[in-house]
């Protein structure tokens, strides 16, 4: 692709002065795009990004000895004393704002023509996005899914290729996200749904996009290592109301009213606020919410154009707002109320949240996962499970915090599995280069003693093992933290850890032991 073709649209301005050299130049062919000198070839065009900890600018040499032709830097960081006569140097106010640019015009644009649809938020996200994509399938339209768990093109399962260690948590890097656009437009896709994470908000990885509908689902304390505070949290989730045609809001998160004058603002046409409470009047309200246990939840959903009943085989308070706002973004799209009502009652659960574990026969307890890795998370799995756990029945949590992530949330969730849970295993999730223990000692300075008991088992493995060795009849164990993740990270690396595996393995020695001792 001919360099002029590649930045046209992308705020990207040659450093020559002459037209007529600039003009000459800007025709070069380009064989592709990098912003790793490491991954640079002959013909390419080199990206200068200023990462968290690396700055890329640092590269030059190392892109341009691998073959690089030309190199993209930020204005302020060009040295043009340093420049190579032959090489072609292009400036931008924001090369990573620049980067997702080039990687869209590089794939031909793939966005244009199908309809998107993205959903942020600190959690449901995934569960949104998942339901979403039952609905459009149920009413025939060919559906992909840009996920933190997974992506899909229609019926096909894609492959993410970022070797970045976080890749399952976020939004794909611009490559592997406008590639993956490429293929679903090639597979004739109608609907695209994203789940828009604040960290691809934020670092402009979804910029060239627009969105028919954003879906706003909460907002609580999360991911502040990398953001710093609420407000740059909050302003990260905003740009997306910058960014479409319609919005969906829940408007029981305190953030709601932020995020509808950003989209008012923005000139969003079409903005619908979702409610489960009785008191509050919204565009699509929950209305005589009925918990089945764990069978599911069901209600009535109520608009000015529908009234239809609701039914999920989802236990779960969290369900009926995921649901809802899936409900209304569906209907705002022209599906039918049958089916949105089909889908979601026929949906099944999603890897890793709230996923009931099959257990060897004759168990006498049950055994849940779910990602809840943040406060609020926790707070509503719990309630959750207290909202339909019959007399008699523990439930007993088990989870850690992650390493080298906001410490602010440790004691707080401490203070939440104490006060909700019946007994609490504390252990590792995740350390990273954190010392496990200094980890749980932060939890733990939140503990209520007097509310709960405990045990800490650094090693999480052991510690599902104890969980289940130690299980009571019709006890409600909780593995909270890890979900769908099927790994764990150490400060060794990247390990294999299937707590599926683990507690079944854990249940069926249980079960041995226990009958041979009979």
Known sequence: MKLVE????????????????????????????????????????????????????????????????????????????????????????????????LFNTWYGRPADGMKLIAVT????????????REIFRAALVKTGLVGTVVCYSDERKLSIHSENENANMTTP????????????????????????????????????????????????PDHLDFHGDMKAYLDAKKKLFTMTDSAIINADDASHTEIAETAEKS????????????????????????????????????????????????????????????????????????????????????????????????ADFSVFIDYAHTPDALENLLLTVRGFRKKGERIVLLFGCGGDRDRSKRPVMGRIASSLADF??????????????????????????SKAGSVIIENRAEAIDYAVKNALESDIILLAGKGHEAYEIDKNGKHPFDEKEIVREAARKYYYYRRRDE
């Open 6 to 101: 590649l930045i046209t649209g992308a705020d990207i301005k040659c450093t020559l002065s002459d037209p007529a050299e600039r003009d000459a130049v800007l025709s070069a062919e380009i064989a592709g795009i990098a912003s790793d000198s490491r991954q640079v070839k002959d013909g390419y065009l080199f990206v200068c990004i200023r990462g968290l900890h690396t700055d890329g600018h640092k590269y030059i040499e190392n892109a341009l000895e691998n073959g690089a032709v030309s190199v993209l830097t930020e204005e302020e960081c060009l040295e043009t004393d340093k420049a190579k006569s032959g090489i072609i140097y292009l400036t931008s106010a924001n090369t990573r704002r620049a980067l997702s640019f």
């Open 121 to 132: 938020g600190t959690n449901g996200k995934t569960s949104v996005t998942f339901m979403l």
């Open 173 to 220: 890097d611009p490559k592997e996200l406008y590639e993956i656009l490429s293929v679903m437009k090639n597979d004739g896709v109608e609907v695209v749904l994203i789940e828009a994470t604040s960290h691809a908000l934020a670092l402009d990885k979804l910029a060239p996009l627009r969105f028919a509908s954003a879906i706003f689902t909460n907002l609580s």
């Open 267 to 362: 000139g969003c046409g079409n903005i619908r606020l979702c409610t489960v409470r009785e008191d509050r009047h919204a565009d699509y309200a929950a209305l005589n919410v009925r918990s089945l246990g764990t069978s599911g939840v069901e209600y009535i959903l109520s608009s000015v154009s529908h009234i239809f009943k609701v039914s999920s085989p989802i236990p779960g308070r969290f369900t009926v707002i995921n649901t809802l706002e899936a409900a209304a973004c569906a209907l705002e799209e022209g599906i039918s109320p049958q089916n949105v009502q089909d889908a979601l009652r026929h949906m099944r659960g999603i890897d890793g949240r709230f996923e009931r574990v099959k257990l060897c026969t004759g």
């Open 424 to 449: 609490v295993i504390v252990t590792s999730d995740n350390s990273r280069s954190e010392d496990p223990q200094n980890i749980i000692s932060d939890i733990m300075s939140g503990f209520d003693y």
